[in-house]
């Protein structure tokens, strides 16, 4: 079963625990997910937050001591958790998550627009078997001005290496690396190494041109 919380101007703590500054002006509420693709999330009537309450310098930017404006949480449970293990339904969201429980947390800022409020990812954080990491992007997997995803204007997206083509590398959790025109058939990466261990020769394919 996985779950989505939100989080409006939260700390983050110890073992991934979101704590927020101002309880009293919204309290996060876990929405159950039944496994599958291509859902969507709704915040329940009611649930809502008047971001007019909160003072707009702390939406638009990270805070110190590791404060976000908003986070979003997805929690996964295992069919068969410990037997000693507390059920989810009585952790209360945000408190520190035990090692059985895996999640993925995206930090965000709001940036106040013409026609409302606009979210802009920062980062992303996940919790694995009692171990956090950071999610780092290397080059980028989208083109600059793609659809979908990061805002299209934020800078930094040319290559870091010759500094004129737009990035369009990036180095999967398993280190190999996958750029844009193998992005839907992930490259294979064959590996042959010297009966002397001597160095180790990496074969992938060509690119398109």
């Known amino acids: 079963m996985c779950s989505i919380s939100i989080f409006f101007l939260a700390r983050e703590g110890e073992e ?20 599958g693709l291509g859902q969507k999330f709704r915040q329940a009537p009611g649930t809502g937050v008047n971001l007019e309450l909160f003072d707009e310098r702390e939406l638009s930017r990270e805070g110190p001591g590791d404060v976000y404006p908003l986070l979003v949480r997805a929690e996964t449970v295992p069919k068969d958790p410990p037997a000693d293990a507390p059920s989810h339904d009585e952790l209360p969201p945000g408190a520190p998550l035990p090692k059985y429980i895996h ?10 627009k013409d026609d409302g409020y606009k979210v802009k990812v920062l980062k992303q954080t996940i919790w694995v078997d009692g171990i ?7 080059y980028g997997i989208e083109n600059s001005g793609g659809g979908g995803g990061f805002d299209g204007a934020d800078t930094g997206k040319e290559c870091v290496i010759c500094m004129s083509e737009p990035r369009d ?3 999967l959790p398993c280190r190999h690396m ?21 160095a180790l020769d990496a074969k992938l394919p060509k690119g398109e041109s």
Not at 182 to 190: D, E, F, I
Request: net charge positive; hydrophobic share 35%.
């Open 16 to 35: 991934c625990s979101l704590t927020p500054l101002k309880p009293h002006l919204y309290k996060a509420v876990r929405v159950p997910f039944e496994k």
């Open 103 to 112: 999640s993925q947390t995206t930090h965000a800022i709001l940036e106040k």
């Open 132 to 138: 956090r990491y950071d999610l780092q992007e290397i």
């Open 169 to 171: 590398t990036t180095v």
């Open 178 to 198: 996958i750029w844009q025109v193998r992005a839907r058939v992930l490259p294979v990466l064959s590996q042959t190494s010297r009966a002397d261990g001597g």
